[in-house]
Nanobody, 121 residues
Framework: VRLVESGGGLVQAGSSHRLSCAAS????????VGWFRQAPGKERNLVARFQPNGLTTYYSESVEGRFTISLDGAKKTVYLQMNNLEPEDTAVYYC???????????????WGQGTQVTVSS
């Protein structure tokens, strides 16, 4: 399955923004899908995901309560709604999909190209 992210850009601290990730050649049905981010010089970390059952979600402590992951009805697009953005949220955001349950990047089989989100203070 091919993943394409969109929606990155320059936003102000405190604002809201939404990222999208569209799947082609497959869907997110029976696949876990997540959003990772990587800031310069730092590791790529999971911020939010659905497990393969499409119901159970996970959020990292740094974004819980501010970010929401959601799927469209056709299970072909995943969104990341980001509220109350902080400069520390600046990173390249990646969409990824997997048939496995662990959260580590190495367990995700499909990746998008990434989209830059820059939060100005």
């Amino acid at each position: 399955v091919r993943l394409v992210e969109s929606g990155g850009g320059l936003v102000q601290a405190g604002s809201s923004h939404r990222l999208s990730c569209a799947a082609s050649g497959g869907t997110f049905i029976n696949r876990g899908v997540g959003w990772f981010r990587q800031a310069p010089g730092k590791e790529r970390n999971l911020v939010a995901r659905f497990q393969p059952n499409g119901l159970t979600t996970y959020y990292s402590e740094s974004v819980e309560g501010r970010f929401t992951i959601s799927l469209d009805g056709a299970k072909k697009t995943v969104y990341l709604q980001m509220n109350n953005l902080e400069p520390e949220d600046t990173a390249v955001y990646y969409c990824a999909a997997t048939t496995l349950f662990p959260n580590r990047p190495s367990f995700f089989q499909h990746w998008g190209q990434g989209t830059q989100v820059t939060v100005s203070s």
